[in-house]
């Protein structure tokens, strides 16, 4: 009996022994599989995994060959099946020439596993693709810059005509230099030439004027292109490169006048420090997106529009500032609460009784223009915001008792910031308080009640701040 009990207490942990000595001994516990009812006759894989056809035009040379333990080992865990190497590794075993490519300065983003893109048992596409080649690619790469009316002829057939879908030592992947890679397609010389005001533009980047994938516009040229000219209007010979000061000749300068600011850039003529000289993607020929390309200088305006609240104009700088020069201070295009009542309207309500002082002046005394991690963009938390005018109130007091609402620093739960009744109030005395203190209203019905409160003259009684008495 005691035996018995012993060997019980046992058979879990002699259980999973075998089990793991069957795990690591594989070839061997292969050898040992015996064909029986939950095997079909053959005792192959596929009797099981189904799921697994070799019914593709091409099918991965180990399924071919039914040799599922190149990649699969037998047992694996439960409910999944384990590889006998992790993925890239395991394919590079067979595939070494892919090594290259992975090792590449320019490689693959967001790809870790082969079988991302193709199917580790076959697939009618070539290079057991896991769909056809466009439409592979096209599943991640996505946007405005592959839809645009006029398509590029490669953009309609297969990627890898441009890409190498591994790696390169070109950026974006290409097969080989841009320069290179267009003119194998369109030959620089004679009608070409002509079509490019008789200049050469051999040897030159032709994406500093043309789109890859897709345009807006003929010609495959960006959105914003500079008006056509004769090229020696800026260039001195089909060599040269451009000049900043050049612009110019055509563009008003900094000139004279009461101007509080000129922006840096601007005033030293470095025109294409912003703007790109040819097309772009964004207008007026920036060279970048408004937002990345001010944050490229001011980076502390960047970490601003990153906070919880950013300014909802985030990314379009020049809806409040002028990117060359301005009267005012900071480049801004107007008075800073003009520019503001133009989005958010005026905050003071017609026929207030009061009005906040700072609301008729500059919302930036109480506002972060960009953004901050408090609501309503303000410069400071509520409490040591209004305290700066208003010491006297709350904890500033020095009085025991605070009202909740000004101890945790939420004036706006009673005051209106901009306009409003007496002393800025969000509602009347007794519609104010019954906001927080409803059940006190609620458990006074059908009782005598105290005169002030029956009238709802909580104020006649009560301090809205602070108070030396607690209720």
């Known amino acids: 009996m005691t035996n018995s009990r012993h060997c019980s207490s046992w058979l879990p942990v002699t259980t999973a022994g075998m089990l793991f000595c069957l795990y690591l001994l594989s070839p061997a516990a292969e050898a040992q599989l015996r064909k029986g009812s939950r095997f079909d006759k053959t005792g192959t894989c596929q009797g099981c995994h189904e799921e697994v056809s070799v019914d593709v035009t091409r099918p991965h040379a180990p399924v071919t060959a039914g040799d599922c333990s190149s990649c699969h080992r037998p047992h694996g865990l439960v409910g999944a099946l384990r590889l006998q190497e992790d993925e890239p590794q395991l394919c590079l075993n067979c595939h070494s020439e892919a090594q290259i490519d992975l090792e590449m300065e320019h490689t693959h983003p967001d790809i870790d596993k082969c079988s991302m893109c193709h199917n580790p048992h076959g697939s009618d596409h070539p290079a057991i693709l896991a769909s056809a080649e466009r439409d592979l690619c096209v599943g991640c790469h996505q946007g405005e810059k592959f839809e645009n009316k006029v398509i590029h002829a490669p953009l309609s057939g297969e990627c890898s005509e441009c890409h190498d879908p591994h790696g390169s030592t070109e950026p974006a992947m290409l097969t080989a230099p841009a320069e290179e890679l267009c003119a194998s397609c369109h030959e620089a010389s004679g009608g070409f030439e002509e079509h490019h005001f008789g200049m050469s533009v051999a040897g030159t980047d032709c994406q500093t004027c043309h789109q890859p994938h897709s345009a807006p516009g003929q010609d495959l040229l960006a959105a914003s292109t500079h008006p056509e000219h004769d090229c020696t209007v800026c260039h001195a010979d089909d060599q040269a490169a451009p000049d900043s000061t050049v612009c110019l000749d055509c563009h008003e300068g900094p000139g004279a006048g009461d101007l509080s600011g000129v922006h840096l ?44 609240f950013p300014h909802s104009a985030a990314g379009d700088c020049t809806a409040c500032h002028n990117g060359h020069s301005s009267e005012l201070p900071m480049l801004l295009a107007a008075e800073t609460r003009t520019l503001c009542v133009e989005c958010h309207g005026d905050p003071v309500q017609q026929g207030s009784a009061v ?37 006297e109130i709350g904890p500033r007091s020095g009085l025991p008792v605070i009202h909740a609402p000004v101890a945790f620093g939420q004036c706006s739960a009673c005051h209106n910031p901009h306009s409003g009744p007496q002393a800025l109030l969000t509602g009347t005395g007794q519609e104010l308080c019954t906001d927080c203190h409803d059940s006190l209203f609620k458990s006074a019905d059908n009782l005598p009640k105290h005169f002030p409160f029956e009238e709802g003259d909580c104020g006649g009684c009560h301090l809205p701040h602070s108070s030396e008495n607690a209720a």
């Open 355 to 391: 009005t906040h002082m700072p609301a008729t002046g500059d919302c930036v005394d109480c506002h972060e223009p960009h953004g901050t991690g408090r609501k309503g963009m303000l410069t400071q938390n509520q409490s040591d915001l209004c305290g700066e005018c208003h010491p």
């Open 265 to 308: 850039p601007f005033a030293e003529g470095d025109c294409l420090d912003c703007h790109d000289a040819h097309t772009s993607d964004f207008s007026p020929l920036l060279a970048t997106s408004p937002r990345e390309l001010c944050a490229s200088c001011h980076s502390s305006i960047e970490e601003a529009l990153e906070g919880a």
